[in-house]
Structures are given as C-alpha cells and as structure tokens.
C-alpha cells in the first residue's frame, strides 16, 4: 500500500475512534423520539385498526371478488 494511502487510512480510523470515544462519555439527552415514540407508534396503530375496523365492518361492502357465475361467454360471432 502507498505510504500516502495508508496515512489518510490512519487518519481516518483516528477520527472515527476519537469521535466514538468522544460520544460514549457523553451523557445521553432524550430527544423527540426517546420522549414520545411509543406514544406515537401506539396512536397510529389504534387510528389505523380503528378506521380498518369500521371499513370491514360498517361500509357494506361487497367482498366478492371471485368473478366465477357472474360472467358468462357471449355467443360466437360468424
């Protein structure tokens, strides 16, 4: 390998080292997603069950979709 490459390679896994050291003695402040991220995913799943639910249940619609007996061939043409 090249001297120059292998500098910039060893300058490279310094950086990285040193800043992973850098945030491990870090003490770790709750963001967004830390403080309300349950509470979040939890009131997306019961809209999302909920607006299904009534979908299924209360539209009327017609489940259906096997298109055998409904369709019957034309007569041929000559």
Do not use: C
């Not at 997306?44 to 979908?55: K, M, P, T």
């Amino acid at each position: 390998m090249f001297p120059v490459a292998r500098a910039a390679l060893n300058l490279a896994a310094r950086g990285i080292q040193h800043t992973a050291v850098r945030q491990a003695h870090r003490k770790h402040e709750p963001n967004f997603h830390d403080k309300y991220g349950t509470l979040v995913l939890l009131g997306g799943a019961s809209v999302f069950v909920s607006v299904w639910g009534y979908v299924l249940t209360q539209l009327g619609m017609e489940w259906g979709l096997s298109p055998v007996g409904r369709i019957t061939p034309r007569e041929w043409r000559e």
